[in-house]
């Protein structure tokens, strides 16, 4: 068996020999196996295209949901495939029904897509948006009593919350949120729940997902779990898949309410999204391919996620020893439990007050710190042949990583070198 970091990148994934894929996080990537598998699949769909998407595909979609289901705790009924994570949201969200006083709760740390769905929302029904603060390093603790802070605020408006939207895993910071303790508060004040799990399978246990019954989740496949772009797993428990009318765009498995009662609803729900409208579906049914290389070639879920989780934990502190600093992270520790890492870069802010009072740069100047930030990620990509994440959070610059299976600790060792002299170089002004 190949062991992880450089030896697994090396013999099973097509990465330019030069390029140091630090941002799994971002658009994932999927191992040579999976990507031989799909070709096939798509040699086979050109071959006889009438054949293999009437009569094929749908055999295998099936094979496909199947397997996808258990990494959830999830029954196959209760699992379909869309291309993303953000169609699984709007699908969810525009499928809802809205009056006036609704309003959709979610935290500052919203996906900007996610937020830019219900800012749609905004315009076309009564429904409104409603921000919960949320500035990291946070506990749990803290988490749960600004919703419900939030929460009595809007009633005492004489609006109702008909839906809490939250991810299992934030996009940046990178860090775990309490997503069962979410669930589990919004459950006991009447209120339904959709997550945003684009960083949740693969990345960390879902298993217990459908016991802790969440309303919907919706999780990007490509991502952790090594299947190629896009696919995304839709949960709808049979309780709710009533409110499912629809996918997006709508399709001819459409059904208006009248028909709809005529089939059971959960062969109502698969039928709407086995086929919805002409894409590349082969991203679907690579889910079977590649899950046998994560069981066979590393060892099975449970070994990934040790490995990532670690290497994650690890190399951030390994980082942040190098550069003088320190990896965010919480009292308890559970912001750290997924496979990022985020990491503060050297660089001091210079505030409005400091510079007045002192009269001379002592930083980056706060208006700057976005556009340095930029600049150090462009010159990652064009000088280091690599993507490295920085952005100015909280007062100061960080760089989330994430660790995979592909890459060690001496990968992480080199991106703080890299960063160390693009910090050096931005404080002499080398971005203006």
């Not at 397997?67 to 809802?96: D, H, K, Q, Y």
């Not at 919203?110 to 749609?120: A, D, E, M, V």
């Not at 309780?239 to 109502?268: C, F, V, W």
């Amino acid at each position: 068996m190949v062991p992880f970091g450089k030896a697994m990148r090396e013999a099973h994934f097509n990465f330019a020999a030069s390029y140091v894929p630090l941002n799994h996080g971002s658009f994932g990537t999927f191992p040579n196996s999976v990507r031989d598998y799909q070709r096939s699949v798509q040699s086979e769909t050109e071959a006889r295209p009438d054949t293999f998407i009437r009569f094929t595909y749908p055999k295998l979609l099936l094979q496909a949901r199947q397997a996808v289901a258990p990494l959830l705790g999830a029954e196959t009924e209760e699992v379909v495939f869309v291309p993303n994570a953000l169609t699984g949201i709007n699908t969810v969200l525009r499928n809802l029904v809205y009056v006036d006083g609704d309003v959709i709760l979610h935290f500052s740390t919203i996906y900007g897509g996610c937020l830019k769905t219900i800012r749609s929302l905004e315009e076309t029904t009564p429904v409104r948006g409603y921000s919960i603060e949320l500035i990291y390093p946070i506990e749990n603790d803290e988490i749960i009593r600004k919703a419900q802070d939030a929460l009595n605020i809007i009633r005492q408006q004489g609006r109702r919350v008909v839906l809490a939207v939250f991810d299992t895993i934030l996009t940046f910071p990178g860090g775990r949120l309490p997503w069962e303790s979410l669930v589990r508060f919004y459950r006991q004040q009447g209120i339904m729940t959709c997550i945003d799990a684009a960083h949740g399978i693969g990345n960390i246990d879902l298993t217990h997902l459908a016991w802790v019954s969440p309303d919907f989740v919706i999780s990007n496949c490509y991502k952790w779990l090594m299947v190629p772009r896009g696919c995304a797993v839709l949960y709808v428990p049979r309780r709710n898949q009533h409110l499912i009318k629809t996918s997006y765009p709508t399709d001819g498995r459409y059904l208006t309410e009248a028909d709809r009662k005529k089939i059971p609803q959960a062969q109502y729900f698969g039928n709407l999204f086995a086929h919805v409208s002409t894409i590349d579906t082969s991203p679907y049914l690579c889910v079977l391919e590649a899950l046998k290389f994560r069981r066979e070639v590393c060892g099975g879920e449970e070994k990934i996620r040790a490995y990532c989780i670690q290497l994650a934990k690890e190399g951030g502190k390994h980082m942040a020893a190098i550069m003088d600093t320190e990896v965010l992270k919480n009292k308890t520790g559970t912001l750290e439990d997924c496979c990022f890492t985020n990491v503060r870069l050297p660089l001091d802010v210079e505030q409005a007050k400091e510079a007045s009072v002192v009269g001379e740069s002592r930083g980056i100047r706060h208006e700057d710190a976005q556009a340095v930030a930029d600049w150090m990620t462009e010159r990652s990509v064009i000088e280091f042949d690599t993507y490295l994440a920085v952005r100015y959070y909280a007062g100061g610059f960080w760089t989330r990583l994430s660790g995979q299976i592909y890459l060690d600790l001496a990968d992480f060792a080199w991106a703080a070198g890299v960063l160390l002299e693009l910090c050096a170089r931005a404080q002499h002004g080398d971005w203006k």
